[in-house]
C-alpha cells in the first residue's frame, strides 16, 4: 500500500506499521478506510484519553458513565436522566446549515439509542467578530440549522450560550447537548447478549454524505479548503429522525431489541465495531444487503456517514414484528449479518471478505499518545488606569457588545416549549423541564469561559464549572452531573496541550468537590484555520434536579419594594478578565493578572445556603453572577415595569466578576431573617438596594430606563443585521 | 356531560400528546388517539389536528396530511356539525383540505417564530365564548408558516360572516409586537361559516397547566364545555 494512500486517511506511517506487523498482511483498501476512521481522534481519543481517565466519573447516583451513547444518572423512582453533549465544528464551518442541524440529529440519536425520550437540547455555540459578513453567514446558518432539526422532531431547546471571540472566526463551535428520560428498568446498551442475534439496519438509505466525515473532523483546516470538503457534510431530515425515534422507542418499550447503537461519525464501520468490542463478540455482516440511495462501493457503504440510521441486534423469532411496526413507521428495516463468537469483524461484499480483522487491534491497540506539554508561565501582577473609565461608558460598551445582550433573536428562532413540559425558557439562568407526568424537574446549563482558561487553564476550568453549578443553583435545582465537549486547537502544540492537561485537571478538581460526576462527553482537537488556534474552549453541560417543581426560583424580579442583596466574593476589578477585555484595558493575553483562586469549598457553602433560602421560600427570585456582574446580574432579572436603584460605594464594582456570586430578591420582612441566617452560616452578603418602578439608579444617579432595557432586548438584532 | 374527544396522529406530528394531555385534563373524559391510516373516527365532540411537522412539512406545510385515510372521517364528522380544531400544523392541515379559507405561508421575517404572544378574540363563536372582550391571552407560538394570507374577497366574507375568531395584540411586555408574523389584519385564528371548526396558530395546548407561563389556553376548552 503507497505511502500517499496511507496519509490521505490521516494515519501516520508508523500507525501503519503498527497494523501491518499484527496482522502478518497487507490490508485492503476497506480495511484501511476502517482505521482511518477509528484510529482518529474522534472515534479513539488517541490524545487525550491519557487524561479523560483521571476524571471522576461515578457516584452512587451513576447508572452509566462515560464510553456508552450517552451517560445516565438516577433521580429517584424509576427515572433516569441521560445526556450527552457533542461538537460539529468542522462541519458547521463547512456548511452551516446542514453542519449544526446534522449535529443536533446525531446527539438526539444517542439519548434515544438508550431507550430515553429525549425532552430537551441546549447549544453552546462561538463564532468570530460580527463585523465580518462570513460570521453572519455562519450565525445566521447555524442558529437556523439547530432550530430547523430541533423544532421539527419536536423536542424543546431549553438554552445554551452564543459567544463572539475573535479566534472563532474561522474555526466557528458548535456543540449541541441533549437530555432524555428513561425508565430505569428499560435502558439499552450498545452491547449484544447473545451469539447468533440478527444484526439489523434500521433507518434511512445509505449514501454517499458524509464519507470520510470523522476524519475531516480531525484535519487542521485551511481557508480554501472549504468547497473541497463539502460533499462530506451530512445532510440531515429531521422528520425521518422522528419516525426513527418513534420507531425505535416503540420497540424497546416492546422488549424486541437486545441491543442498540447509532450509526453517527464513522457510520456503519464504528456502530459495529463499538458492538463487538463492548459484547466481547465478532460480527458478520453482507454490504450488499444494506439499503442504498445510490449504487456504493463496499469502502463507501463502510464510511458513509448518512444520517438517521441505526444498528441493532435483535432475536431471529422478533424479526416479524419488528419489520411490521417499522413498516407502520415508513422505516427501511433489513437483516444485515449476525453476531458471531469469534471476536473478528467481518464484512463481506459480493460474496467476498473485504474486511477480516481481529476486534482487538481496532479498539484495544488503538493508538495513545502521551503528548508533550508545557506549563503557563506566571504573570506579574498589574494594576489598570480604572480613572479615565466612566459609569456610563461602561454601561454603553456592554450594550454594545453582542455577548451581554438578550439573545432572544437566537432563541426565537427555536421552538422551546413544544411537548408542554417547559417550566424555564432559554435566556434565564439555567433552562427547566418537567418531567412528564411528574412533579420532578430537570435543569440544565451549559458553560464556558475561554479567557479565563486561557489566562489560567486549571483555575479557569474550576470557574466554569462554578458557572454551571450557579446557574443551576440560582434556580434551585440540585446539581447533580456533568458532560463535557472539549474543544481545543492543535495538541501538537505543547502549549495547547497544556491547556488541555491542566484544564481537565481543574475539571476534576472542581467535579469532585461538587460531587458532579462527569458521565459522558466529546473531544474536539485540531481546531485551528490559517495558524490561528481557538481559545482553549472545554465546554461542559451540567444537569440537576428537583423533586418538586413548586420549589423552583424565579430568576427575574417579583415585586416592587423588596430588597436587592448580593452573596458571594468579588474579583477586584484588576482581577475581573471580562471587565478589562471589554473595557478595553488589556490588549493583549499577557498583560492580565492571574486569575484568583477559586475556593470551591466558600462556592458550595454560599450554594448550600442558597437552596436552603429558597426551600424556605425566602428566596424571592435569584440569578448568579458572571461576565458583566452585578449590573448585568440585575438587567437579566429585570421584568414587566420593574427597574432597581443600588448603592455601592465605587460604582465601577458594579461589573466586577465574582466567584459564589449571586444576586437575590427578598421581601422587607424576611430580611433580618435572611441576614442573620448568612452571618450565622459565614457567608458574605451585601445589602446594594431595592426594587422599583421604571428606573435604574445608581448612587442616587438617574439612568434612562426605557432607553436600557431597550437597547438590552434589541440591540442584538441590530448589531447582527 | 361527558365531553368526548380524539386527536389524530400524523407521522411527523409533534404536539399530539401534547394535545392528549391538555384535553384529558380539562375535560376529565375520554380522549382518544387516532393514527392518521385509521379509517374512521369514533363518535366524539371534538376532533383536534395537533401541531407539528407532519410528513415533514414537504410539498407544503399541511399538504400530505390533507389527503390521508382518516380525512374522510374528519370531514365527515365537521359536515356533521360537530368540533373541529386544528392547531398551527392542524391550521395548515384545515386550509390544504379547504375546510377553512385563506392559507399560512411564511412569516414575514423569514424566520422560525417560537415564543409567547398575545391574542385577543374578534368575533364570538363557541371556542371563545368565556373570554373577555378585549381580554389579551398569553399563548405561545411556534411556527415558521404562519402568516395568514388571503385575497381581499375573502377577507371581506371572513369579516361579514363573523369567521376571525383571534388576532394578534400588544400584551403586557413593552417590548411585544402586535402583529408577530405578518398576517393580514393580525389573524391568528378562523373558523368556517358554520363556525364549529377552528384554526388557529398559537398553542393554547401550551398554556393550561399551573406550571406553564400562563394559563389562558384553558379558556378554549372552557368555552366548548359550558
Known sequence: ?721 | MSFKSAVITFPGSNCDRDALCYLQDLTKSVVYSIWHEEASLPQVDLVILPGGFSFGDYLRSGAMASKSKIINDVIKHANDGRYLFGICNGFQILTEIGLLEGALIQNKNLKFLGKNCFIKKKFKNNFNLSIKEDQALQIPVAHNEGNFYCDNETLKSLKNNEQIAFEYCKGEFSNSEENINGSIEAIAGITNKKKNILGMMPHPERAYSDFHQSQDGKLIIESLIS
Open chain 1, 1 to 721: 500500500m503507497n505511502e500517499e494512500l496511507i496519509l490521505q486517511h490521516g494515519l501516520t506511517l508508523d500507525e501503519f506499521k503498527i497494523i501491518k506487523n499484527y496482522l502478518s498482511r497487507d490490508l485492503t483498501i476497506e480495511e484501511l478506510g476502517i482505521f482511518s476512521a477509528m484510529w482518529n481522534e474522534h472515534c479513539c481519543y488517541k490524545t487525550s484519553k491519557k487524561w479523560l481517565k483521571k476524571l471522576p466519573t461515578e457516584n452512587e447516583i451513576v447508572i452509566q458513565g462515560p464510553g456508552e451513547n450517552a451517560g445516565i444518572i438516577d433521580i429517584q423512582d424509576n427515572d433516569g436522566i441521560a445526556f450527552k453533549i457533542e461538537s460539529h465544528n468542522h462541519p458547521s464551518y463547512i456548511e452551516p446549515f446542514n453542519g449544526s442541524a446534522t449535529g443536533v440529529g446525531g446527539i438526539l440519536r444517542d439519548i434515544f439509542t438508550m431507550g430515553a425520550r429525549p425532552i430537551a437540547t441546549l447549544d453552546s455555540i462561538r463564532f468570530g467578530l460580527i463585523e465580518s459578513e462570513k460570521t453572519k453567514y455562519l450565525l445566521n446558518g447555524v442558529v437556523h440549522g439547530i432550530g430547523h432539526y430541533g423544532n421539527c422532531i419536536g423536542i424543546p431547546n431549553i438554552g445554551g450560550e452564543c459567544e463572539f471571540e475573535s479566534t472563532y472566526g474561522y474555526n466557528n463551535l458548535v456543540n449541541a447537548m441533549a437530555v432524555g428520560h428513561v425508565q430505569k428498568d428499560k435502558i439499552f446498551y450498545s452491547k449484544p447478549k447473545s451469539i447468533g442475534g440478527l444484526i439489523v439496519y434500521i433507518g434511512s438509505k445509505t449514501g454517499k454524505d458524509g464519507i470520510h466525515g470523522a476524519s475531516m473532523a480531525s484535519d487542521v483546516f485551511s481557508e480554501d479548503d472549504e468547497d473541497d470538503k463539502r460533499p462530506s457534510v451530512q445532510v440531515g431530515d429531521p422528520f425521518m429522525e422522528k419516525l426513527l425515534m418513534e420507531g425505535c422507542l416503540e420497540l424497546m418499550s416492546l422488549g424486541l431489541i437486545e441491543s442498540m447503537q447509532d450509526m453517527g461519525a464513522a457510520g456503519i464501520t464504528s456502530s459495529s465495531v463499538e458492538m463487538a468490542s463492548k459484547g466481547n463478540v465478532g460480527v458478520l455482516i453482507n454490504l450488499d444487503k444494506v439499503p442504498l440511495r445510490q449504487p456504493l462501493s463496499a469502502y463507501e457503504i463502510l464510511l458513509s456517514e448518512s444520517q438517521e440510521r441505526m444498528l441493532a441486534v435483535i432475536d431471529e423469532k422478533n424479526n416479524l414484528k419488528v419489520r411490521e411496526i417499522l413498516q407502520k413507521w415508513q422505516i427501511d428495516y433489513e437483516v444485515i449479518g449476525e453476531i458471531t463468537n469469534n471476536k473478528r469483524i467481518v464484512f463481506e461484499s459480493n460474496n467476498k471478505k473485504v474486511v477480516d480483522l481481529p476486534v482487538d487491534i481496532i479498539v484495544d491497540d488503538a493508538p495513545e499518545y502521551d503528548r508533550e506539554f508545557y506549563m503557563p508561565r506566571k504573570r506579574k501582577g498589574k494594576d489598570f488606569d480604572f480613572s479615565r473609565i466612566k459609569l456610563e461608558d461602561i454601561i454603553n460598551t456592554l450594550l454594545s457588545n453582542l455577548n451581554y445582550l438578550d439573545k432572544s433573536w437566537v432563541f426565537n428562532q427555536y421552538d422551546s416549549t413544544v411537548m408542554g413540559d417547559t417550566v424555564k425558557e432559554p435566556g434565564q439562568s439555567s433552562g427547566i423541564v418537567k418531567i412528564h407526568g411528574t412533579q420532578k424537574v430537570i435543569g440544565a446549563t451549559t458553560d464556558c469561559n475561554p479567557l479565563y482558561i486561557r489566562i489560567n487553564p486549571y483555575e479557569g476550568m474550576k470557574y466554569t464549572v462554578a458557572e454551571s453549578y450557579r446557574n443551576l443553583i440560582a434556580c434551585n435545582i440540585n446539581p447533580l452531573a456533568i458532560t463535557n465537549n472539549l474543544n481545543f486547537a492543535s495538541p501538537l502544540d505543547p502549549n495547547i496541550m497544556g491547556e488541555l492537561v491542566l484544564s481537565i485537571d481543574g475539571l476534576k478538581t472542581a467535579a469532585a468537590k461538587f460531587n458532579t460526576p462527569i458521565v459522558s462527553g466529546n473531544v474536539s482537537l485540531y481546531n485551528q484555520t490559517n495558524e490561528i488556534p481557538i481559545k482553549p474552549t472545554p465546554v461542559i453541560g451540567m444537569v440537576g434536579s428537583n423533586q418538586d417543581l413548586k420549589k423552583i426560583n424565579s430568576n427575574k424580579f417579583c415585586n416592587i419594594g423588596n430588597k436587592i442583596i448580593v452573596l458571594g466574593k468579588k474579583l477586584e476589578k484588576n482581577f475581573s478578565p471580562y471587565l478589562l477585555q471589554d473595557q478595553n484595558l488589556a490588549s493583549s493575553i499577557n498583560e492580565y493578572n492571574d486569575l484568583e483562586v477559586l475556593d470551591l469549598d466558600y462556592e458550595k457553602k454560599v450554594a448550600d445556603c442558597v437552596l436552603k433560602m429558597s426551600d424556605f421560600k425566602h428566596i424571592m427570585s435569584c440569578n448568579d453572577i458572571s461576565r458583566g456582574g452585578v449590573f448585568l446580574s440585575l438587567l437579566k432579572m429585570q421584568y414587566k415595569d420593574m427597574g432597581f436603584k443600588v448603592n455601592i460605594p465605587d460604582p465601577i464594582d458594579l461589573f466586577c466578576e465574582y466567584s459564589a456570586g449571586y444576586v437575590i430578591e427578598i421581601r422587607n420582612e424576611d430580611l433580618n431573617k435572611v441576614t442573620s441566617f448568612l452571618s450565622k452560616n459565614g457567608v458574605g452578603y451585601f445589602e446594594i438596594g431595592e426594587i422599583i418602578r421604571e428606573n435604574i439608579e445608581i448612587n442616587s444617579k438617574k439612568f434612562d430606563y426605557f432607553d436600557i432595557i431597550n437597547n438590552y432586548h434589541n440591540n442584538f438584532e441590530k448589531i447582527i443585521n
